[in-house]
């Protein structure tokens, strides 16, 4: 009778207001019967004990209940109430569902690719194998001829007398640097009335700077009006 007494005191202790508080009071009673009466004071005290505590938790939970009764807020709970329930986070792998996106349709190819639109265009189709004969026939020139050919042409072109004119400028200025655009500016002052045009100064001042001693250097942006340096040497 003790076993099951301690087994339903045990079920009301855990669920407090469903506990049956006559049925312990009818089982303390039977397991009274067959006890001394030390024995007897001892359980009767341990199953009071044990029932005064299922009555206070049954107290707190009415009380609780009649609070939530009166809150219009809703039950209270505590923050890790529903963690358990609610998915905190997901990763989900898409590359076995990935595919790449076709390619962009190919125009068709209409007609020989030889085949040139007559609009008037330079486009005109020339024969493999005229051309090769055609480059074959070009005299090749080798490096003593296209040296001896190039002074041939600097000197036609009196470019001693633009080196002159490029050193005079320089002369008349305390830097050893000067702008391009300067230093085209001031052949133009010296050259003559015929040789005046705007590209033949810059060609016969470029061709004199590359057969003097002078150093080109850009400074500053590559497009910038004034980024090219002349440095004598």
């Not at 003790?2 to 508080?21: H, K, M, R």
């Not at 493999?128 to 040296?147: G, T």
């Not at 080196?163 to 010296?190: E, Y």
Request: one cysteine or more; charged letters at 25%.
């Amino acid at each position: 009778m003790q076993l099951e007494l301690w087994t339903v005191i045990e079920s009301a202790g855990d669920v407090p207001e469903q506990a049956d508080l006559e049925q312990i009071w009818l089982i303390l009673d039977v397991a009274l019967d067959s006890l001394s009466v030390r024995s007897q004071l001892k359980l009767a005290g341990d199953v009071i004990d044990r029932m005064a505590q299922i009555i206070h938790d049954r107290a707190l939970l009415t009380i609780e209940e009649i609070h939530h009764i009166g809150n219009a807020e809703g039950p209270i709970m505590p923050l890790g109430a529903f963690d358990r329930f609610v998915r905190q986070s997901m990763q989900v792998n898409l590359a076995p569902f990935v595919e790449a996106p076709p390619g962009p349709p190919r125009a068709s190819q209409v007609g020989n690719h030889s085949d040139f639109p007559d609009d008037g265009r330079s486009i005109a189709e020339i024969d493999q194998a005229a051309l090769l004969e055609a480059l074959d026939a070009e005299p090749e020139l080798d490096e003593p001829e296209s040296y001896q050919g190039a002074l041939a042409i600097a000197h036609s072109e009196n470019v001693q007398d633009w080196i002159s004119a490029v050193q005079q400028c320089f002369a008349a200025q305390p830097h050893r640097s000067m702008l391009w655009v300067d230093l085209t500016r001031a052949m133009k002052d010296l050259s003559t009335a015929e040789d005046n045009e705007p590209r033949s100064v810059w060609v016969k001042t470029w061709l004199a700077l590359l057969l003097g001693e002078y150093r080109l250097e850009q400074r500053g942006e590559f497009y910038g009006a004034e980024t090219l340096w002349v440095t004598r040497e």
